[in-house]
T-cell receptor, first 114, second 114 residues
Framework: EPEVTQTPSHQVTQMGQEVILRCVPISNHLYFYWYRQILGQKVEFLVSFYNNEISEKSEIFDDQFSVERPDGSNFTLKIRSTKLEDSAMYFC????????????FGQGTRLTVV | AQSVTQPDIHITVSEGASLELRCNYSYGATPYLFWYVQSPGQGLQLLLKYFSGDTLVQGIKGFEAEFKRSQSSFNLRKPSVHWSDAAEYFCAVGARQAGTALIFGKGTTLSVSS
């Protein structure tokens, strides 16, 4: 069964450093998403991406964040200068059809900022 | 405001007993509704979804959910819980149009006692 894969599974970084989280969405999907889940809290939407541009973003997704689809398979989330409060589980998701939001999620990358 | 409320933070059920997890939503458009399950250290797995049609939907692992528009609810049920069902369960709502955010509830942690 096709799945969304994320790498790495766990990343530790120092405050102020840049991190790139990587995702390989399901191959024929058109929409890509990043969500995050701070420990013990609910899953929150960050951004959605379609046709090589952002289609929607939340207020969490400020100038520190960026997304990119550098090639035909990868989808990345970059955090320019990490803060302690960026520590969270980051989930990538993808969906295939225009007319529904059924999203398939990856296993997540746990980001720890120290 | 768009929101999902899961009133029960933590539920403990005996193995073999029935289960109902509550979910209420507030959403301006026609809602697409989802239940996801997250086992410890794992990603989000889609249990079931409701888009339209029959208001009782069947999912994986023996779960079902019933959409009640008049009550703005989408409660998850299982007739007989297994120890492996212990996990966190998230209700989510989204729009018909892909690329839009899923809004998640805060989750309900299910513990199963023997």
């Amino acid at each position: 069964e096709p799945e969304v894969t994320q790498t790495p599974s766990h990343q530790v970084t120092q405050m102020g450093q840049e991190v790139i989280l990587r995702c390989v969405p399901i191959s024929n999907h058109l929409y890509f998403y990043w969500y995050r889940q701070i420990l013990g809290q609910k899953v929150e939407f960050l951004v959605s991406f379609y046709n090589n541009e952002i289609s929607e973003k939340s207020e969490i997704f400020d100038d520190q964040f960026s997304v990119e689809r550098p090639d035909g398979s990868n989808f990345t989330l970059k955090i320019r200068s990490t803060k302690l409060e960026d520590s969270a589980m980051y989930f990538c998701a993808s969906s295939g059809q225009v007319t529904n939001t059924e999203a398939f999620f990856g296993q997540g990358t746990r980001l720890t900022v120290v | 405001a768009q929101s999902v409320t899961q009133p029960d933070i933590h539920i403990t059920v005996s193995e073999g007993a029935s289960l109902e997890l509550r979910c209420n939503y507030s959403y301006g458009a026609t809602p697409y509704l989802f239940w996801y399950v997250q086992s410890p250290g794992q990603g989000l797995q889609l249990l079931l979804k409701y888009f339209s049609g029959d208001t009782l939907v069947q999912g994986i692992k023996g779960f079902e959910a019933e959409f009640k528009r008049s009550q703005s609810s989408f409660n998850l049920r299982k007739p007989s819980v297994h120890w492996s069902d212990a996990a966190e369960y998230f209700c989510a709502v989204g729009a018909r149009q892909a690329g839009t955010a899923l809004i998640f509830g805060k989750g309900t942690t299910l513990s199963v006692s023997s």
